[in-house]
């Protein structure tokens, strides 16, 4: 071991957690346009995960589909449930390309692992692998959500995070935690700093679906909520700052 990764094991010893999944949805990627992918966002958010890389943490990524899948919702009306999915599926693919070649510019070396087979642009999605991937200090981007319909990017975000034995999952959000109702429209909207799965569950919280929070409660995975468009943030988050809102199984 070089005297660089020494370096970068020492910081890493300093960190809370040391191997994470983040969750980003399709319409960060969009930013301020909607739809599509807008390059500065892009940029912008390829910069926070590769400065959380050179940090020491292993990080994994799991990116939404909406910005992409969302534009065709004129054509998906009516659509079988199933085929909507799959072109969701294929949405995230994309949006995972993107996300790789931008970090890779910064000089991050990724791979990106989809749930459904598409050897010319992207590895099968195998566990075991994806591990080595992290072992070896590269960013692991997961495509195509799990790979079946029915099924949210948050619940592939909570499945993949506990398949690779991760110490947290972190949802970046627009807003800095979660809230009561809606801090955007209501400036009386009050934050909380820390929750417990079933009060999200029975008070019908939106932070992630039902079927996530279920299996992050059955497994004791923490979720930290915070905003990641401020700078810094992500790197507070793994030092075990408090920011954002922590959904947790303690009281």
């Known amino acids: 071991m070089g005297p660089k990764d020494w370096a970068l094991f020492s910081i890493g010893e300093r960190m809370q957690y040391k191997r994470v999944l983040l969750k980003l949805s399709g319409e960060a990627l969009a930013g301020n346009q909607g739809l599509g992918i807008d390059g500065e966002m892009l940029t912008k958010i390829s910069?926070?995960?590769?400065?959380?890389?050179?940090?020491?943490?292993?990080?994994?990524?799991?990116?939404?589909?909406?910005?992409?899948?969302?534009?065709?919702?004129?054509?998906?009306?009516?659509?079988?449930r199933s085929t909507s999915d799959y072109m969701g599926m294929m949405a995230t693919v994309i949006n995972c390309l993107a996300l790789q070649d931008s970090l890779e510019r910064k000089g991050v070396y990724t791979r990106v692992l989809s749930a459904i087979e598409m050897k010319e642009v992207a590895e099968p999605y195998i566990r075991r692998r994806a591990v080595r991937h992290l072992e070896k200090k590269r960013v692991v981007i997961f495509a195509a959500g799990t790979g079946n319909p029915f099924f949210t990017t948050d619940t592939t975000a909570a499945l993949r995070a506990n398949e690779i034995n991760a110490d947290v999952i972190m949802k970046a959000t627009k807003v800095d935690g979660i809230y009561d109702k809606d801090p955007m429209k209501h400036n009386d909207a009050i934050k909380f700093d820390k929750l417990n799965y079933l009060d999200v569950l029975s008070k019908g919280i939106k932070v992630m679906d039902s079927t996530a929070i279920s299996l992050c409660m059955d497994n004791r995975m923490d979720i930290i909520v915070f905003n990641m468009f401020e700078a810094g943030n992500i790197q507070k988050v793994v030092k075990g700052e408090s920011v954002g809102t922590k959904v947790t199984l303690e009281e």
């Open 47 to 80: 910069s926070e995960v590769a400065d959380l890389h050179k940090l020491g943490v292993e990080v994994a990524v799991v990116v939404g589909g909406g910005n992409i899948h969302r534009g065709v919702a004129g054509a998906t009306s009516g659509m079988d």
